[in-house]
């Protein structure tokens, strides 16, 4: 004889859960909920006892999701729980190594707000969701890609090479689910539609868009888009004797309201790093190397600001790291040999150094490893290395994630921390 014609109630680790024979009748009579039902779905009874709710001793996480399964007949995963914990540097585990599908080597990877990330590769930008799998691809019909960004889970904004004699190039905002073209960020000069060159982007939480820009006359220079929309709001044009238009690196400083454009060696034979207030357009703050004695040594490979100390780091080829201080006017480097960790014989064929800061972490990627520098005097407290794909040339941080792709054979790493045990 069947009891509790509709209700029944679990603890599950210690949580409770209550739904209906209704809802448990939707995985069928061979599944464990059938077993505990009669033929008319009435709940069975125990000899001698009056059970009222059921213990199961599993993840009540987990249960939650095949219970949420059951009742709307939909998978729903929550996107970051119960699969890797918040993001830590100095605990970080390589969890996957994914081979890429494109031919050639890999240009760019960046990393996505829900977990996912994007590889770029020549013209093609292949898309990964939290799961790691792949999205359908998004063709830019052989424009070389220069950058990609992600503005939320579902939209990506990818900048690409102009096509000489073709109105093609510039900057793109992308459906990541898709891969289809939603619209283009046009530059307008002199009440005139150009064809231009998309570098380094970047955006902020007004919903601007920026982009180093290199058009065939005067567009040179930093575009500002309202992302929404895609029209132009601004434009910073590159003074004479500094570098804007080909930026490799471009930093929204959301303390300051400006904008850090750093152009690099060896996309120039000098190095030019400004602060860009478009407030009043005007650069409230600049460095470059131009008359320096340079050396490898003291060749600048890549630039981060970091607003909490008020400086600039920039690293070089042996991954010494250097400051700069914002509060001067005019910067100049200070150097740091501390962080060196390779002396000697470069490897056959180097990658640049890359930065990143993350929740008070600096990261600097090292031909096959990425190293972690912590505490205010930023002491290398961790690296990471694998040994598979050759050295690392480029590297992203974002859904409690952190994505190398490597430069010798088309695969990128995924490092998570791991999630915390379940009481």
């Known amino acids: 004889m069947g009891v509790q014609k509709d209700r029944v109630r679990f603890n599950v680790g210690g949580r409770v859960f209550e739904t209906t024979a209704t809802t448990l009748a939707n995985a069928g009579r061979n599944s464990l909920f059938g077993a505990m039902f009669d033929e008319n779905w009435d709940l069975r009874s125990n000899a001698g006892t009056m059970t009222t709710e059921h213990f199961i001793d599993r993840n009540p996480d987990c249960f939650a999701v095949l219970l949420d399964l059951l009742r709307t007949g939909s998978f729903t995963f929550p996107q970051m729980a119960a699969k890797w914990g918040p993001f830590d540097g100095n605990m970080l585990r390589l969890a996957r190594s994914v081979r890429g599908l494109a031919p050639g080597d890999g240009t760019a990877i960046r990393a996505g707000p829900d977990g996912g990330c994007c590889v ?193 780091c920039v690293v070089n080829e042996y991954e010494d790291l250097g400051f700069m201080d914002l509060r001067r006017s005019v910067g100049s480097v200070r150097w740091s040999s501390r962080s060196r960790l390779m002396k000697g014989k470069m490897v056959d064929e180097p990658c640049y150094p890359k930065l990143a800061l993350h929740e008070g972490q600096l990261f600097s990627s090292m031909n096959d490893s990425i190293s972690v520098f912590s505490g205010p005097d930023w002491v290398l407290t961790s690296r990471l290395r694998n040994s598979y794909g050759g050295s690392i040339c480029d590297f992203s941080i974002g859904g409690d994630r952190l994505f190398s792709l490597h430069s010798e054979e088309n695969v990128f790493d995924v490092w998570e921390t791991r999630p915390p045990p379940i009481m």
């Not at 799998?133 to 889970?153: C, F, G, K, T």
């Not at 380094?200 to 919903?207: E, V």
């Not at 982009?211 to 006359?217: A, F």
């Open 120 to 312: 770029a590769h020549g013209s093609m930008v292949h898309v990964y969701d939290w799961m790691l799998e792949e999205h359908p691809p998004i063709s830019l019909d052989y424009q070389r890609v220069n950058d990609a960004i992600w503005v939320n889970s579902e939209n990506i904004v990818i900048s690409a090479c102009e096509r000489l004699g073709r109105d093609e190039g510039g900057i793109g905002l992308f459906s990541s689910l898709t891969g289809e073209l939603r619209y283009k960020f046009r530059v307008t000069h002199e009440n005139q539609v150009k064809s231009y060159t998309g570098g380094a982007l970047s955006f902020n939480s007004h919903y601007k868009l920026f982009s180093s820009c290199k058009g065939r006359s005067n567009e040179y220079g930093i575009g500002v888009w309202d992302q929404v929309t895609g029209k132009q709001v601004d434009f910073f044009y590159e003074p004479a004797e500094w570098s804007l238009g080909e930026a490799d690196k471009l930093q929204w400083l959301h303390g300051t309201n400006c904008l850090l454009v750093a152009t690099l060696f060896p996309r120039k034979d000098n190095c030019y790093i400004s602060l860009l207030d478009f407030r009043d357009k005007s650069m409230v703050w600049l460095w470059s190397d131009i008359g320096a004695p340079l050396t490898d040594e003291r060749r600048v490979r890549d630039a981060i600001a970091m607003e909490e100390t008020h400086s600039v």
